[in-house]
């Protein structure tokens, strides 16, 4: 069992940046693939970013590349999530989510074993 903790959320103004944590507690945190996920109200649950077991390879959903960064930190066993430029409409409930089957579909909900309970970013314009 792994368990995830976000942090970081907030409430700002457009333009602003914010820095997203999750930290993670149980079984061995290398192991897993981990993402990045929000959900605005309304909406159903999309993809934001992954990043590979040992940070070689990252992938970003179109409408935050270039704006966002993810990272990892396996001694702290904590994924990042740093964010600028942030527009309102990336105002939503960030999640976390870990992934240890080596799926080639990091985009997909059904893939991730584990899941935090989310954090609430909301920008204002």
């Known amino acids: 069992q792994l368990q995830l903790a976000e942090s970081g959320g907030g409430l700002l103004q457009a333009g602003g940046s914010l820095s997203l944590s999750c930290v993670a507690s149980g079984r061995t945190f290398s192991r897993y693939a981990m993402g990045w996920f929000r959900q605005a109200p309304g909406k159903e649950r999309e993809f934001v970013a992954a990043i590979s077991q040992s940070s070689v390879t990252t992938l970003y959903a179109a409408p935050v590349k270039g704006r966002f960064t993810i990272s990892r930190d396996n001694a702290k066993n904590t994924v990042y999530l740093r964010m600028n430029s942030l527009k309102p409409e990336d105002t939503a409930i960030y999640y976390c989510?870990?992934?240890?089957?080596?799926?080639?579909?990091?985009?997909?909900?059904?893939?991730?074993?584990?899941w935090g309970q989310g954090t609430q970013v909301t920008v204002s314009s």
């Open positions: 989510a870990a992934e240890l089957d080596g799926s080639s579909d990091w985009t997909a909900l059904r893939n991730y074993d584990y």
